[in-house]
């Protein structure tokens, strides 16, 4: 594949240390070159394990936070409410900012007490970072915390751009106002978004998802594609069956092939290429 009329695209896996089938997944496909980033749950009590493995392939991958209100790990914390709740909440303004702020705090905190390093980036577990409320709590600890580093973590701004109801509603949860805030800073963004999808369907509809992601790329920067993938489906996991068709898809064949007729090669978001 020449460099001619390439697109570039961040392809970033979601929950690292949800449980042992996700991590031990997205580290076998880092390793196959086939992501160019990963989201962490740094409230699993598995990070503490699971960052044995993440650390041998950190040169291959970036590795962020997945900010998180909304799984069990949230839940049990304390802070945590189911997803429906979360959205009326912060829609309403009824979250304190400041709260918020000490949480995300302690979240940035859990991921590099283990990485022991600054995220590579940061976003959100069902898209909370963007929330009102939440998008301001976070902007004032990305400036407090990072805003003299370089280079700053780049946020994942989830402006969906694919059709259907479940992307306007990302959509319109606040990105346009944290695509407008970064902008405004200075801060560095990845975006759009593609990746979302019922997590139905066979390997087959997988592959169809994914081939339709990559044919309808911006051309002018890199957009974001979100996976889910696992080696294998945990009982306790809803969307378990979705992440090991998505792994079995990724790892395979068809996977390489329909990047290469999208004309389509992975960066990390800061830009450097993914070598398989």
Excluded at 73 to 93: D, E, I, N, S, W
Excluded at 263 to 274: C, D, M, P, Q, T
């Amino acid at each position: 594949m020449t460099c001619d009329h390439i697109k570039d695209v961040v392809l970033c896996a979601d929950d690292y240390a949800l449980n042992a089938p996700v991590s031990q997944g997205i580290v076998a496909l880092a390793v196959l070159g086939r992501l160019s980033a990963t989201s962490v749950m740094s409230l699993s009590p598995r990070w503490a394990e699971d960052v044995v493995a993440l650390r041998d392939v950190r040169e291959r991958l970036d590795v962020g936070v997945h900010l998180d209100w909304t799984s069990s790990f949230a839940v049990a914390a304390g802070h945590g409410r189911g997803l429906g709740v979360v959205m009326a909440r912060a829609a309403l303004r009824l979250y304190n900012q400041q709260s918020i702020e000490d949480e995300i705090e302690r979240q940035l905190d859990a991921f590099e007490g283990q990485w022991q390093a600054a995220p590579d980036h940061i976003d959100g577990h069902q898209h909370i970072q963007q929330f009102a409320v939440f998008r301001h709590a976070l902007a004032e600890v990305l400036m407090r915390r990072y805003g003299d580093t370089a280079p700053r973590p780049w946020l994942r701004v989830s402006q969906v751009a694919q059709p259907g109801l479940k992307a306007k509603v990302i959509s319109a949860m606040g990105a346009a106002a944290l695509a407008d805030w970064a902008q405004h800073h200075a801060w560095p963004t990845v975006g759009p978004l593609l990746g979302a999808y019922g997590f139905d369907g066979s390997l087959d509809d997988y592959a169809r998802h994914m081939q339709g992601w990559l044919t309808h790329l911006p051309a002018d920067n890199a957009a974001l594609i979100m996976c889910h993938p696992a080696v294998s489906a945990q009982p306790d996991d809803a969307i378990g069956p979705a992440r090991k068709r998505e792994f079995a898809y990724l790892a395979g064949h068809d996977f390489v092939q329909h990047m290469f007729d999208a004309r389509v090669r992975l960066v990390r978001g800061s830009g450097k290429l993914i070598q398989a």
